[in-house]
């Protein structure tokens, strides 16, 4: 498997408690430092952010709801990339969507909404690259206002495509004439670091800022497009929809502006029938996993449509080994969707992780290969099914859906990958590698949906019987009805291992690494990992290895494990774990009884005989709580693992001007004497004796 030697570690710190305080809590002997905050300026003749809705110009400030998030060393100065650097660096961050009350003086005005409250809105999403450094003297880190590395990359900034769905006629629009090029990014969840010193940024909840209205469909119809009334309703897109912050109902003051219209998929009647003179393929130009240059501030991103189209939650590359074809995993963050990985056509060439060219080496990489989704068996194997133009019913004569060509099915992955039977997973989030045995990690944050009837191996949970001691997991207790139909409400994390080691392998072994769960419920159904008060959590949702090294270059993979949840937060606000996991196999297998108890009393039971890990035990602990009302997200660090950089997503957003709930982080330092708006924001943490944070 690998030839690095593995410290026998262990983590070293003392469990954070779970709480309720509207800080970020971590051991005693660790700080942390406020880095990026929403609104933070990037360029040098920026304001400082006011922080009272008065603020513009987001596209040269942070935007807000902090995300996925990779750390790219550089030299001692200058833009040239050292990956060895732990004091200087490009952080490229995600800003997934908006907490739109606290953009704006009093919340947002109504529809039709004013111009200036929108292009704040859409701004505020996208993307940071900006430098940081921490000072020799002081040890401290911060961001540096004026540099030039300094980017933010918006709905607005151009792309192209790439792969094989580069000039297809669902990428052409108004804007887009021969579907080679398109407008910005949005939506934007976790990430992927690639081996060639490149970011990828995924697109997830894109389908919630599209307009549709009623009529779209016929017209469809009318012009030979009819599957696309099927594929837009795949993918959240029914007719009735009115796109989320109304941004098309702005008049703009340039009468030629598109910027607000194209978030309108509504196809004209009267409109080219080919959709160039509208926006009903705006679309289908979502849904992509983007590449950036994250050194190059001038380069165009990539969509890079090989890796196909889906609520792309993140993309992880597998470990790259010289004459063999890389993988990177993806999860399609939705109900019953899917895992899937793409595997290169082209096997990795070693020199290729200092190319000359960042973005050309992602071209020989990501262009070109085969996407796969993925299918667990209840014998604890596992096989990925290709989602392959004229293979296994993915062809022109499909009863269902009629694939045109390998475009056709990138383009609609999922009814690509329902032909091909995979498994329906319980929201599959973020994907991460361990470095040093390969295997692929992916989190099923929770599925409300999941029914005892619906349960299988990899999904085995269900717990909807409202006479079940479920202790925390709901708010109210006895649980309402609403409540008790919760299905998988706590999540897990599955994990599998390639066949042969290899990421060019078609097949594997899985099993769950951990269920998410209170300590105090059911341990024979609920409680499968036999969590403590110490390592309990719902919701697991970011994932990432971290590979520190001690002095002697002994390294210890350590699995960061983010929660987003809502189903243990009247006990406890949202966390990062750590953990020190084994390998797939080490534990053995259970049966899962689910019962589920209608209004009218009657109930139907099912068992599922999951595959487990070995109990995680003290190897998995609590190492941070955040703020009221966050969510965990992006985590990164320097190669040393001294500085993790890790996000707080969305603290106090059940709140408003007229309702702060959350003052953080402007509290982190000591309380405030007022409420002030709390903000999205980057963190550091560092362990005040200097050493590895974890360990
Ligand atoms: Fe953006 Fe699935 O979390
Ligand atoms: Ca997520
Ligand atoms: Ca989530
Ligand atoms: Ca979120």
Redesign the pocket.
Known sequence: RSTVTVLPATLAFTAVAKNLNDVVTVPSDYQVTVLYRLGDPIAASVAAYANDGSDTNFAQRAGD?H?GMSFFGLAASGSAPDTTNNTRGVLVLNH??ITQAYLHANGPSPSPRPEAEAIKEIEAHGVSVIEVTRASNTGAWSYVQGSALNRRITPNTPVQFNGPVRGNAALRTLYAADGTTGRGTINNCANGYMPWGTYLTNEENWAGYFRRTAGDAAVRTATGNAKQNVSLTRYGISEGRAGNYGWTTVTPSDATSTVFARWNATAGASAAADGTADFRNEPFQFGWVVEIDPYTQTSTPRKRTALGRMNHEGCMAGRVVAGVRPAFYMGDDAQNEYIYKFVSATPWVAADATPSDRLATGDKYLDTGTLYVARFEADGSGTWLPLTFGQNGLTAANASYAFADQADVLINARLAADVLGATRMDRPEWTAVNPVNGEMYCTLTNNSSRTPATTDAANPRAYTDPKLPQGDVVNADPPTSAQATRGNANGHVIRLRETGDTTEATGFTWDIYAFGSGADLDPTNINLSGLDASNDFSSPDGLWFGLPSNASGQVAPVLWIET?DGAYTDVTNCMLLAAMPGSVGDGGTRVVNNTLTTAANSTTTSTATTRIGAAPGSKLKRFLVGPKEC?I?GITSTPDGRSLFVNI??PGENGGPANITSSWPANQAGAVTSPTRPRSATIVITKTDGGVVGL
């Open positions: 709801h995300d997934e969507n987003d969510e997200t997503q969305h």
